[in-house]
């Protein structure tokens, strides 16, 4: 009898230990992830959203989403927020009319404005995914992606002069890209 009570308490023991340490790390593991949901919350904190008047009814960010820092996330934190699709992209073209913006002179071409049925728009900014790419787009953001790789879809106008064709261009995930939202 004295040996069954000593592995019984020896099993007891064990387990309230397994689950103690299991719970410290599920709640570490929550912790974590709470505060990664936070930090990708703020980051929509003060964004505008633009009734375009697409067939859709899909919502456009104003402009690139911005924190303090910077505006360019990798795939796989841009992923995780409500950036568009291809079909809301290629919507977004068709549906738009799409017209080239200037700074001061001619010269400074900055981007581009998509004005929808609404006579409300948004503004594109110009921006270059990575000076290593030979490429001419004229901007770039992040599109939901579901296809395996590690290269992922991100949205571009490129082309004649400074309008061209809206497109989409494949580029590693690890590359730091500007992020448009959706609603």
Same mark, same amino acid.
Not at 69 to 95: D, G, H, M
Not at 138 to 152: A, Q, T
């Given at each position: 009898?004295?040996?069954?009570?000593?592995?019984?308490?020896?099993?007891? =023991?064990?387990?309230? /230990?397994?689950?103690? &340490?299991?719970?410290?790390? @599920?709640? #570490?593991?929550?912790? %974590?992830?709470? *505060?990664?949901?936070?930090?990708l919350?703020?980051?929509?904190?003060?964004?505008?959203?633009?009734?375009?008047? =697409?067939?859709?009814? /899909?919502?456009?960010? &104003?402009?690139?989403?911005k @924190?303090? #820092?910077?505006?360019? %996330?990798?795939? *796989?934190e841009?992923?995780?927020?409500?950036?568009?699709?291809?079909?809301?992209?290629?919507?977004?073209?068709?549906?738009?009319?799409?017209?080239?913006?200037?700074?001061?002179?001619?010269?400074?071409?900055?981007g581009?404005?998509?004005?929808?049925?609404?006579?409300?728009?948004?503004?594109?900014?110009?921006?270059?995914?990575?000076?290593?790419?030979?490429?001419?787009?004229?901007?770039?953001?992040?599109?939901?992606?579901?296809?395996?790789?590690?290269?992922?879809?991100?949205?571009?106008?490129?082309?004649?002069?400074?309008?061209?064709?809206?497109?989409?261009?494949?580029?590693?995930?690890?590359?730091?890209?500007?992020?448009?939202?959706?609603?």
């Amino acid at each position: 009898m004295k040996k069954s009570r000593e592995y019984a308490e020896g099993k007891a =023991l064990e387990a309230i /230990t397994s689950a103690i &340490s299991q719970a410290y790390a @599920d709640g #570490y593991k929550d912790g %974590l992830q709470h *505060i990664e949901n936070e930090r990708l919350e703020s980051l929509k904190t003060g964004v505008t959203y633009v009734d375009l008047g =697409l067939t859709s009814g /899909t919502l456009w960010s &104003s402009h690139y989403l911005k @924190d303090k #820092y910077n505006f360019e %996330l990798p795939y *796989i934190e841009a992923a995780k927020l409500s950036i568009p699709t291809v079909a809301q992209y290629e919507e977004l073209c068709r549906e738009c009319v799409i017209v080239p913006q200037y700074g001061i002179s001619v010269d400074e071409f900055s981007g581009f404005k998509f004005i929808g049925k609404t006579g409300k728009s948004i503004c594109i900014d110009r921006y270059n995914v990575s000076p290593t790419l030979n490429v001419r787009e004229s901007y770039y953001f992040w599109l939901k992606d579901d296809v395996e790789g590690s290269e992922k879809d991100c949205a571009c106008l490129w082309g004649k002069d400074e309008l061209g064709y809206p497109n989409k261009h494949k580029i590693f995930m690890g590359l730091k890209s500007p992020v448009m939202l959706v609603k």
